[in-house]
């Protein structure tokens, strides 16, 4: 099967994947749960990522009758795991740190080895300066890039110094900020042209999508959660693991939650009445409940049908969603090479590459910003983009997931636009009626993460079993 109709396929359910344990034991819910009269729940969670089997989990164990909707054939959303190179390799989320606590907390709940990668100890260090490629060491490359983001981050402890309350310092240049984007901060900074380079870059790769496209401040949001601390940043964002994968913790999830679970299952229309919460699917069903978790990303939400309507300011970011739009991508280069952490500039088919597993062919990870810069199926281009940072390099194979062709994510990671944070998130985290909005892009915290995806499922189970216990 080509690679291209490989990540088309798996969106909507025909491949078979390397999570196919996650949705054997999905599956084996099925049916598991009591239910009071056939296709009625206390609760039915929609999309089957972090948040919704967060979720799941935690209004079953209140002993709510749950039903888990999934539109793939596998659970995990934006997150797989599969083999390559001789490595269990996360196609989406992947990294999280000890400054993440909701993540984290599972890791110790499960004992679930970590591992970190290879450019954490990089050797080798790669960038641009006025187009020329330039080669050092640690010495030669952080202290200018650090200096950048010094600059770039000042705001930060002012407007975040509750990371966890984003709102909490709302204010007329809390909202310039907002509106402001990212690109635009950045020409306004007294700093060099190189190193605005630098900066450009970090901000595109942090909403994965030109820096013009990203608010200013939401790219802020990380250094707060970090401590505002730049090395603890990068321990969060790009240092540790789980050995075996994100689908070892959504094995465990699973494992403690006695939801019934319906993969394959996407919910088409959702209709609220005096007597509870219909949800249509794919399938030609309707499934009721008391409330709904509407657990799907918030690119894929505008294809939902709601009635009554929700708002407007709902309406409206749905419709416009989140920034994330680039691409990941794995690389098995020939041989042994120095452990490299390579920064491009903004405009390159891969404006950041590293070394991922130091193995004695290495395997590099790669980021770029918008998938019309390359065509990751095309050997040819893959090569010329890996090149532009290691001359010698021999590509071996490579392997991505195009998740901006996948209908139940529409894109990546969540970074908000210029004006959504001060205008719809409040608005977004408000129930509906009964339907409760969560997921990794309406958490407080760490918005973009397996973390955040966590938080608002759990935050949102909560909401609903103390609900419960007033019907």
Known sequence: MKRRDFIKNIAVGTAVVSTAAVSSLASSHEGSSPRRKKNEFDVIVIGGGFAGVTAARDLSLSGANTLLLEARPRLGGRTFTTKFAGHDMDMGGTWFGWGQPNIWSEKLKYDLPITESAAIKATSFVWYESGKRKKGTAEDFWPSVYEAYDAFYAPAYKYFSRPYDPLYHNSEEFVKLDNMSAKEAIEGLNISDVQKDYIRSFAAINGHADSDKSSYLDQLRWLALSGFNKDFMWAN????????????????MM???????????AATRIVQTSSGVSVFTNRNEELKAKYVVMAAPLNVLQNIEFSPSISPIKQKAFKQGHTGSGIKIYIKIKGKHPIVYANGTEDMALNYLWTEYDDDDQVLVGFGKNPEKIDFYDDDMIQKAVREYLPDAEVLESFSYDWNIDPYSKGTWCMYPPGMLTTAFEEMNRPEGLVHFSG??????WRGFIDGAIESGARNAQLIIEKLKNV
């Open 237 to 252: 964002i790009g240092q540790y693991k789980l050995k075996n994968g994100t689908a070892e913790l959504i094995e465990h």
């Open 255 to 265: 494992a403690d939650s006695s939801a019934e679970v319906k993969l394959g299952t």
């Open 440 to 445: 990794s892009d309406f958490a407080s915290g």
